[in-house]
């Protein structure tokens, strides 16, 4: 299982970026998978979820400015961004697992990409 995240930059606060998880190996389509991010001394934190029925889950700090979305043929997963702020600096990472079952503890994810950086300047 091969996950390879994109689409990481610098962008200024009220800017958007669109991060995308190219999967192999995988289904996208099958148990869930998940955006988390993590900043150096912080453990890594949830910020979107999807399952294999298309539940989709954000914690309150993103809900209305992140969108999680995948295409199935392509086998990508994605998570479009806007309003960014500050505070949305961090290295971004997409996950997966076998479960359906809702998750956004980094922990019971068994698939991890490398991460992708991306930095908001006030």
């Known amino acids: 299982v091969q996950l390879v995240e994109s689409g990481g930059g610098s962008v200024q606060a009220g800017g958007s970026l669109r991060l995308s998880c190219e999967v192999s190996g995988y289904s996208v389509s099958s148990g869930s998978m998940a955006w988390f991010r993590q900043t150096p001394g912080k453990e890594r934190e949830g910020v979107a979820y999807?399952?294999?029925?298309?539940?989709?889950r954000y914690p309150d700090s993103v809900k209305g400015r992140f969108t999680l979305s995948k295409d199935n043929d392509k086998n990508i997963l994605y998570l479009q961004m806007d309003t960014l702020k500050p505070e949305d600096t961090a290295m971004y990472y997409c996950a997966a697992r076998r479960s359906e079952y809702y998750s956004l503890s980094s922990s019971d994810y068994h698939y991890w990409g490398q991460g992708t950086q991306v930095t908001v300047s006030s």
């Open positions: 999807i399952n294999s029925y298309d539940k989709i």
